[in-house]
């Protein structure tokens, strides 16, 4: 199993900021199948990107992905205040699907 | 609109069973894999099992490997997941998700809103 770790339990920033959100994997993911969702409180989660670097239908554009192998990062460029949330990443290009354990973007 | 409402949870004692289902609206369902994703209290997202279209693919994750069994009525475009020997560890918001690849391997464009699970005695 490819055990996926966000080294960041919590990124504390203010609106207007960059966040740079990583994640890397245990082993190298096939074919970049890697994607990011968004989970606010009582919320599902919502997809942002899926491999690795392709935004999801309706996700603005300061949203972005990057990476392949076993690193990979999600970039926020602007702050906005509805972007405070848990972020997962999680791959699918071994079976089980997994992971991370989630990083925390609060207000600072 | 893609809706996907889960029902079935509750408050069960350890080793007992729950069934869990997922009604599914807004898209051609019998194309499309689905899959269980729970999140325990304070903890992150897990992949349970997922289903391929055609029930001809199915995985589970080792911690539920033998105890649940997810299965889906294309009729009915509905997800169940049965779940038996019920642990405290199965404590958590169980979730549907809509896949977007085939078979058991995916990321999902669409998940409902959860349904919870509580093993306690």
């Known amino acids: 199993e490819i055990v996926l770790t966000q080294s960041l339990g919590t990124l504390s920033l203010s609106p207007g900021e960059r966040a740079t959100l990583s994640c890397r994997a245990s082993?190298?993911?096939?074919?970049?199948?890697f994607a990011w969702y968004q989970q606010k409180p009582g919320q599902a989660p919502r997809l942002l990107i899926y491999?690795?670097?392709s935004r999801a239908t309706g996700i603005p554009d300061r949203f972005s992905g990057s990476g392949s192998g076993t690193d990979f990062t999600l970039t926020i460029s602007r702050l906005e205040p509805e972007d405070f949330a848990v972020y997962y990443c999680?791959?699918?290009?071994?079976?089980?699907?997994?992971f991370g354990q989630g990083t925390r973007l609060e207000i600072k | 609109e893609v809706q996907l409402v889960e029902s079935g949870g509750g408050l069960v004692q350890p080793g007992r069973s729950l069934r869990l289902s997922c009604a599914a609206s807004?898209?051609?369902?019998?194309?499309?894999?689905m899959h269980w994703v729970r999140r325990a209290p304070g903890k992150g997202l897990e992949w349970v099992s997922g289903?391929?279209?055609?029930?001809?693919?199915?995985g589970y994750a080792d911690s539920v490997k033998g105890r649940f069994t997810i299965s889906r009525d294309n009729v009915k475009n509905s997800l169940y997941l049965q779940m038996h020997s019920l642990r405290a560890e199965d404590t958590a918001l169980y979730y549907c998700?809509?896949?977007?690849?085939?078979?058991?391997?995916?990321?999902?464009?669409?998940w409902g809103q959860g349904t919870l699970v509580t093993v306690s005695s």
């Open positions: 082993q190298s993911v096939g074919s970049s199948y």
């Open positions: 998700a809509k896949a977007v690849l085939y078979g058991t391997s995916s990321y999902f464009d669409y």
């Open positions: 999680q791959q699918y290009g071994s079976s089980p699907i997994t």
């Open positions: 289903i391929s279209w055609n029930s001809g693919t199915i």
């Open positions: 807004g898209f051609t369902f019998d194309d499309y894999a």
């Open positions: 491999g690795a670097s």
